[in-house]
């Protein structure tokens, strides 16, 4: 039980949203709080949104023409609660799950954002809490993570010689995070202007900034349900690595880091050429790939 926790969940959808139904379905047994039901819509409306409308608690934030992160803060905005959960609707939640993550911001007052244990459509354990990446991790995992899952940057990015325990990390994956809604506010919630991919990372490292803390609750468990249709490999290449830049510029700001922000430049521009012609490393590591 959660104690009473006022709680939203907020969830992006698209047309035609198929994984929807499951995924408020599982809902109702993963807390046993009420919850307000908030779908950020992109697009038109499927008769599947139509019908989660009519049939439950649930209503729609028109997030047309709107990046991830606005069409996100638009539904967590247009709530009241204490906590919200940020969700794809891609998932299902194990029962309990939802009040799990409530429990764990008990314990953990200082925690901004709680994120559960991911199975993947496959059956495995997805790594969602990650260390920030340092410079070295960071390009150690461009370079090998998509054909050398196992190198030792990667691992040390993911975090994955953790055993599954409750712990702090540098931030967590936004397939299903809990948020405290006075962190989010704050730290003025996710970066509208980031592109897609990073937001989360962004996020995450912003929350640490503010004083608050990340934290990995694997006593909650959701899991994929949906295998991603894969994009054209060019745009999605574009995207991936123009989203990097962003983030990686901003990071490394100032005269001071010039030559890091030109290496940094040069190294993604070969890497994007290279993804435009080779689709398994846009797609990257198969355990990154977790819906």
Request: with cysteine.
């Amino acid at each position: 039980m959660s104690g009473g926790r006022s709680v939203a969940v907020v969830a992006v959808t698209h047309a035609p949203a198929e994984s929807l139904p499951a995924f408020l379905e599982s809902l109702q047994s993963a807390t046993d709080e009420q919850v307000d039901v908030v779908l950020a819509h992109q697009g038109p409306l499927s008769e599947t949104v139509r019908a989660a409308v009519d049939d439950r608690r649930v209503r729609l934030v028109d997030a047309t023409d709107c990046g991830y992160g606005r069409a996100v803060n638009l539904g967590v905005y247009d709530t009241t609660e204490e906590f919200v959960a940020i969700a794809s609707p891609e998932i299902v939640w194990a029962p309990g799950a939802l009040d799990a993550l409530l429990a764990a911001t008990e314990r953990w007052p200082s925690g901004a954002a709680f994120g559960p244990l991911i199975h993947t459509v496959q059956g495995g354990v997805y790594p969602s809490a990650r260390a920030v990446p340092s410079l070295r991790n960071g390009i150690g995992h461009a370079l090998f993570g998509w054909w050398w899952p196992g190198n030792p940057w990667t691992r040390a990015y993911r975090q994955e010689p953790e055993a599954p325990q409750e712990r702090t990390t540098g931030w967590l994956v936004g397939t299903c995070l809990l948020i405290r809604r006075d962190a989010f506010d704050e730290v003025g919630g996710f970066d509208a202007d980031r592109l897609v991919y990073l937001e989360d990372l962004d996020l995450g490292e912003r929350f640490v900034k503010a004083g608050w803390r990340n934290v990995y609750v694997p006593s909650a468990e959701v899991r994929g349900t949906v295998r991603q249709a894969q994009a054209d490999p060019a745009t999605l290449a574009a995207d991936q690595h123009r989203s990097v830049w962003s983030y990686l510029s901003r990071r490394y700001s100032g005269w001071r880091w010039l030559p890091v922000r030109v290496a940094l430049r040069v190294g993604i521009g070969v890497r994007a050429a290279l993804a435009k012609r080779i689709s398994r490393l846009t797609r990257g590591p198969a355990s990154d790939r977790h819906s």
